[in-house]
């Protein structure tokens, strides 16, 4: 009766992990860049050890682990913003940003200048350049973007923005603030971006909404499996207290 409990209890801990990634997505539904995430399951079988002595062989008791989060880095759509130092990236590909931490990656192109008139994201990372960061003056006049990346401005070309890929996208590590962490970054080397555009989240509300739905009923199922568990334990606790030796 206990394992049954236990099982439950593992399936239970699962899907309000499940219910905490679905909000999480929901929540980022308007955040320029930001990639959907899914919950990785797997059985995990109990016991371990081998227990030969009993006259019958043990069961294999079958839990629910949660033991990762994939995320989806399919591309979202692209809205025009017509801003200067907005930039979308056509295909794959991450802008490369400074940090203290060492450098981070995004899909979120929404930049601005910042008081000295460097180019810096949304929460004032430096958006680096294949030479370093890029900083423009008064005297730069207007700023173009071309498709391969190449900052220009009336004075002659500032840089070009670098843009980086990575063999397998999964192993990028989520460190807040829409942006990654990886390994071995590698150029693209057909860089493709847009000037004045953003690149949308890539969730899907209303799939997101049908899964909150289907994970809240499963929640809901496994908790009156409990419960009923619960009280057939607790009645046969009762019954086997008041038979008489």
């Known amino acids: 009766m206990e394992n049954s409990l236990l099982i439950g209890l593992s399936r239970q801990t699962a899907l309000r992990n499940q219910l905490s990634v679905v909000a999480n997505n929901l929540a980022n539904m308007n955040t320029t860049g930001f990639k959907s995430q899914r919950l990785l399951f797997e059985e995990y079988l109990m016991p371990v050890a081998e227990a030969s002595s009993f006259e019958r062989p043990d069961q294999k008791y079958s839990y629910v682990l949660d033991y990762s989060a994939s995320s989806d880095f399919e591309a979202g759509a692209i809205s025009l913003t017509q801003n200067t130092f907005d930039v979308a990236i056509e295909g794959e590909g991450f802008f490369v940003v400074g940090d203290p931490a060492g450098e981070r990656y995004t899909r979120n192109g929404a930049f601005h200048l910042d008081a000295t008139g460097q180019l810096v994201t949304a929460d004032g990372r430096s958006v680096m350049g294949e030479g370093g960061p890029l900083v423009f003056t008064a005297d730069d006049g207007d700023v173009t973007i071309a498709e391969d990346g190449t ?95």
């Open 151 to 245: 900052v220009s401005t009336e004075l002659g070309v500032k840089g070009r923005l670098r843009v980086v890929r990575f063999d397998d996208p999964q192993t990028l590590e989520r460190v807040g603030d829409n942006l990654f962490s990886g390994q071995a970054p590698l150029p693209v080397e057909s860089v493709r971006v847009q000037q004045g555009a953003i690149e949308k989240s890539n969730v899907s509300g209303v799939v997101e909404m049908t899964r909150m739905i289907e994970v809240t009923r499963n929640y809901t199922t496994v908790s009156k499996m409990l419960s009923d568990g619960d009280e057939l334990l607790r009645k046969a606790i009762e019954r086997l207290g008041s038979v008489q030796a």
